[in-house]
């Protein structure tokens, strides 16, 4: 039984990560994960009018408007599973939906940042691999599939995501670097930042996420 309910968000560039390490976190912490990225792609392969809406801007590696992930987040939130703890993946990615966050009440236990270098980020995505079926994500370097072609979840066969064209990847850092680093000193202000360096190893980052959400969760924070 987790003595505090952990309310985590990775925070951190495309590529840097976070969908990884909230996914292993989620597991090892049996609590979910809310990815806004997660979400809209969704949507967009189901054609649904939220899915129409955002196609535009995220091949374009624009964000999608505040009002729209708000309201997402705000409703998946509210679910049963969310009241014992979850993680943001994504979300918030501006400061207009920082403090609609803020207003809410729900709070941050703390954000992690996994900080990688924007050249390491675009060599990183072009080998990323995603499952059009059961949303799993392989490098195939770093992290492969059984066969580098399927997924080893599900067996359906791996796709590129078509936001990690290396033009759409420089687009998207750059909106990061604009829209959603200042983000960074919003939550060092309110004392919650922790600092993690993206390793070469996924497990090699995975040992220090873990170390700074065992800290909190034994410590005296
Ligand atoms: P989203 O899906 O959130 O994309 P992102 O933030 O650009 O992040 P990524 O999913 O690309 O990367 P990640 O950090 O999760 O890395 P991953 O773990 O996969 O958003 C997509 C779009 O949706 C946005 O551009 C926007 O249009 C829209 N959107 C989403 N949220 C929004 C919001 N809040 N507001 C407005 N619009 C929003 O890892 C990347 C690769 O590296 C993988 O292949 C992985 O296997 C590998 N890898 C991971 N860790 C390591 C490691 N340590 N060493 C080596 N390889 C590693």
Do not use: W
């Not at 390490?21 to 806004?36: G, V």
């Not at 014992?84 to 709070?107: N, S, V, Y």
């Amino acid at each position: 039984m987790m003595e505090k309910a952990l309310k985590l968000m990775f925070f951190g560039a495309p590529g840097a990560g976070k969908g990884t390490q909230a996914e292993i976190a989620a597991k090892k912490y049996a609590i979910p994960t809310i990815s806004t990225g997660a979400i809209l792609r969704e949507a967009v392969a189901a054609k649904t009018e939220l899915g129409k809406l955002a196609a535009g801007y995220m091949e374009s590696g624009a964000l999608v408007p505040d009002d729209v992930i708000v309201g997402i987040v705000r409703d998946r939130l509210a679910e049963d599973d969310c009241k014992g703890g979850f993680i943001l993946d994504g979300f918030p990615r501006t400061l207009a939906q920082a403090e609609a966050f803020d207003e809410t009440g729900i709070g941050l236990s703390m954000v992690i940042d996994i900080e990688v270098e924007d050249e390491r980020i675009i060599t990183r995505m072009s080998g990323r691999r995603v499952c059009p079926k059961c949303g799993e994500t392989y490098h195939t370097v770093y992290n492969p599939s059984a066969d580098n072609v399927h997924c080893t979840k599900c067996g359906a066969e791996l796709t590129i995501r078509k936001d990690d064209d290396p033009e759409v990847v420089k687009r998207r850092l750059t909106t990061y670097h604009n829209d959603t680093e200042p983000l960074r000193e919003y939550y060092e202000k309110k004392g919650i930042l922790r600092v993690v360096h993206g390793q070469e190893k996924l497990e090699d980052t995975t040992a220090l996420t873990t170390a700074v959400i065992e800290e909190y969760l034994h410590g005296n924070q």
